[in-house]
């Protein structure tokens, strides 16, 4: 997951918790906070003091105005005790929230390489960046992953709106969707395994944000037992080689009755390539 969608995850986090705590505070609403209750313990047993509101004094033993309480009566003091929790609880989860909406909307991910490529033509050719130059690093990373380098008898057939010809419908759908997102992407890269073999996955692509390659491999026909098990196989073989589902490698599925899930492929591709 990239750093954006990990803090819009949390932020999400925070709205659920902010949900639960808001019922629950309602559910004491009618529960009065006129008391102060300082907590201790005394071999592993609550104690509490009850300061009156307005008065100075306080009591040792646990009571609730000014009658003492048995053990078997604390209930009120419980839901005491945890509204003043929820309340503590609310104004904390607020004011992160609060914190974390602003970095969201103001932290640009992009700034250290926005700071060299706005310097002046004349002072870029004197500056040593920090990180290699955006455009430089993408045409570098496609001279390390090119594309069409599977040697499969049956050419493909279908253009791509890059230029390209795919061999299926879905890979076409796909491909399309990464050149107008602008992700930087190469069609059946060769990625070679320990043994010195090589596999042909569907496509090789670049988060620029992250500069992290990542391969993606499309199964359109799941629903067959045999195309199943020899794709299922080579996943065990891709985890053996360093390619692993949900970090460095991405799957699209579909079956003769479930076509490919563009929703879903958009899904994956802001989790993982934007």
Not at 37 to 62: D, H, M, W, Y
Not at 154 to 179: C, H, I, M, N
Request: contains cysteine; hydrophobic residues 30%.
């Amino acid at each position: 997951m990239n750093q954006r969608n990990y803090l819009n995850e949390e932020l999400n986090r925070l709205d659920r918790l902010i949900k639960i705590n808001s019922a629950n505070l309602k559910k004491h609403k009618d529960i009065k906070s006129e008391n102060i209750l300082i907590s201790s313990s005394s071999n592993g047993i609550p104690q509490f003091k009850v300061r009156n509101a307005g008065s100075a004094t306080t009591r040792e033993e646990i009571y609730t105005g000014r009658s003492y309480v048995r053990q078997s009566d604390l209930a009120p003091i419980k839901k005491l005790v945890q509204k003043q929790y929820e309340e503590r609880l609310q104004k904390a989860l607020l004011a992160n929230r609060s914190r974390l909406t602003r970095f969201i909307k103001n932290y640009d991910y992009d700034f250290v390489d926005q700071i060299y490529q706005k310097s002046a033509f004349a002072r870029r050719q004197y500056i040593s960046p920090i990180i290699e130059p955006r455009d430089e690093f993408i045409k570098d990373w496609y001279e390390h992953h090119p594309g069409g380098m599977n040697p499969y008898d049956d050419p493909p057939e279908r253009d791509t709106l890059r230029g390209e010809k795919v061999r299926t419908k879905s890979e076409q759908l796909l491909a399309d969707t990464f050149y107008r997102l602008g992700i930087p992407y190469q069609y059946e890269p060769e990625f070679v395994l320990n043994t010195g073999y090589c596999k042909y996955p569907d496509f090789v692509l670049l988060n620029v944000i992250q500069r992290k390659t990542y391969y993606w491999e499309h199964m359109g026909l799941t629903d067959e037992f045999d195309y199943a098990t020899k794709n299922f196989k080579k996943l065990l073989v891709y985890e053996r080689n360093g390619l692993i589902l949900g970090e460095n490698l991405i799957l699209s599925l579909e079956t003769e009755d479930m076509q490919l899930d563009m929703k879903m492929v958009d899904r994956k591709i802001r989790e993982y390539l934007l």
